[in-house]
């Protein structure tokens, strides 16, 4: 059964600390990796992207790994701000012709920065 | 239009009424998904269209949810008979096509059935 799973659940930090998230993931066939950043009561807007061929992708304060050997990924957080508060979700993709539109969800990491 | 749009924002229903869920996805894309999402989960797969047609319905919860998209632009989520329990946030996204490797997400519509 295609599946991604996250954690952790919840996370509360400080601001200014830098942070892990995981996400591990039984898709196939994989097609490509994302992260999504979701604030409250907004929907989910794209952080990065990785195909099967790329190990770190960086946006901002936001770097991504994937290991495509392990179907593991992270989404480091570094010198986090209270911006940064929100949900952040791992979604696989399934190669061409996949069913359910080829978008595997993750149930997200709730993030926390405290000041 | 710029993004993908969902009207209304927020819809609250009493228990046993109807109602219907608008999506307007950005203009060109092909590809259109309705995810459900209860308070601190993922979002959940409802359906998705690959132009007009439902290429893939497995995730309705049942026979009192249905959607269309009759010219392959505009779809609307229909449910019936609302129960408390569908109680969630409604979001619609579009991308280019199946192969696409971006959704792009509407704000969603928040459904309350009291």
């Known amino acids: 059964k295609n599946q991604v799973e996250q954690s952790p659940q919840s996370l509360i930090i400080l601001e200014g600390k830098n942070c892990t998230l995981q996400?591990?993931?039984?898709?196939?066939?994989?097609?490509?990796l994302r992260w999504y950043k979701q604030d409250t009561g907004r929907g989910p807007v794209s952080l990065t992207i990785?195909?099967?061929?790329?190990n770190t992708k960086s946006n901002g304060r936001y770097t991504a790994t994937l290991d495509a050997d392990t179907k593991q990924s992270s989404l480091h957080i570094t010198a986090s701000q209270l911006s940064d508060s929100a949900s952040y979700i791992c979604?696989?993709?399934?190669?061409?012709?996949?069913?359910?539109?080829?978008?595997?969800f993750g149930k997200g990491t709730k993030l926390s920065v405290k000041p | 239009g710029a993004g993908v749009s969902q009207t209304p924002s927020n819809k609250v229903t009493e228990k046993g009424k109807y109602v219907e869920l608008r999506c307007d996805p950005i203009s060109g894309h092909t590809a259109l998904y309705w995810y459900r999402q209860s308070l601190g989960q993922g979002p959940e797969f409802l359906i998705y269209?690959?132009?007009?047609?439902?290429?893939?319905d497995s995730g309705l919860p049942n026979d009192r949810f249905f959607a269309v998209r009759p010219e392959g632009s505009v779809s609307t989520l229909k449910i019936q008979r609302t129960e408390r329990g569908d109680s969630a946030v409604y979001l619609c996204?579009?991308?280019?096509?199946?192969?696409?490797?971006?959704?792009?997400f509407g704000q969603g519509t928040r459904l309350t059935v009291v």
């Open positions: 990785m195909t099967f061929s790329e």
């Open positions: 996400c591990n993931y039984t898709v196939s066939p994989f097609s490509n």
């Open positions: 979604v696989v993709s399934l190669n061409y012709g996949g069913s359910q539109g080829n978008l595997i």
């Open positions: 269209f690959q132009g007009t047609g439902a290429a893939d």
């Open positions: 996204a579009s991308s280019t096509g199946p192969a696409s490797t971006e959704a792009f």
